[in-house]
């Protein structure tokens, strides 16, 4: 359940729960002086935007970084809890079992099966929480996913990009920096999104 895994980008999944304002009805107002990108190549307007800066600086992302991150030390701590329990109650049955504490072989059967239980709902617990955080990752990535296309949709009308590429790390070995709109993208996105999550945030502070 390492931090990473929260922030892969834009998988395909449903978003539930999660208020995203798109940018629909109008086109975005974007800073006055936007990045210059895009300029012609070849004949074709390319541009690209960089995906780790987009991920550190837009606030949905952060919000729900968060948010993930909780949710994720939260069903660490549980996890150590209750595995804490479970090997007391392995060592109290061993050491009872090699002291002869155990009234009968019934007796420590009974406690051996119960041992057993515990183990299994243990095994249950960890598997339930894993499939509860990696749905909740799904629903991050394609709120993520989402917001970004319908943005970058109408922030197209009016600058008119043939192509619009996602930079990360060394996927793009080579850009000249008048194509990067990163900045505008990210400032576009913040001013289009509205927080609902403010409130589950502060819980994490």
């Known amino acids: 359940m390492k931090k990473k895994q929260f922030l892969c980008a834009l998988s395909v999944a449903a978003l539930t729960g999660v208020l995203l304002v798109s940018c629909n009805k109008a086109n975005p107002q974007m800073d006055e002086k936007p990045a210059e990108a895009g300029q012609q190549t070849g004949g074709m307007k390319i541009a690209y935007v960089e995906v780790d800066s987009l991920m550190s600086q837009y606030t949905f992302c952060k919000e729900y970084s968060l ?3 909780k949710k994720s030390n939260n069903a660490r701590n549980t996890l ?3 595995g804490q329990q479970l090997q007391a109650a392995a060592a109290n049955f061993e050491r009872k079992l090699q002291n002869n504490g155990f009234a009968s072989r019934d007796e420590a059967a009974r406690v051996q099966a119960a041992i057993q239980r ?3 709902d243990l095994q249950e617990l960890q598997n339930r929480l894993g499939s509860e955080l990696d749905a909740e990752t799904a629903k991050y990535n ?3 996913r989402d917001s970004l296309q319908n943005f970058l949709k109408q922030y197209n009308k009016a600058k008119h990009f043939d192509l619009i590429l996602s930079k990360a790390g060394d996927n793009i070995l080579y850009a000249e920096k008048h194509h990067d709109i990163t900045k505008d993208v990210i400032n576009g996105l913040n001013k ?3 927080s609902t999550m403010k409130k589950e945030v502060e819980k994490k502070k």
């Open 142 to 144: 394609a709120a993520l």
């Open 192 to 194: 289009c999104y509205k």
């Open 80 to 82: 150590n809890q209750k």
């Open 67 to 69: 948010i993930l991150q």
């Open 118 to 120: 515990q183990q299994q």
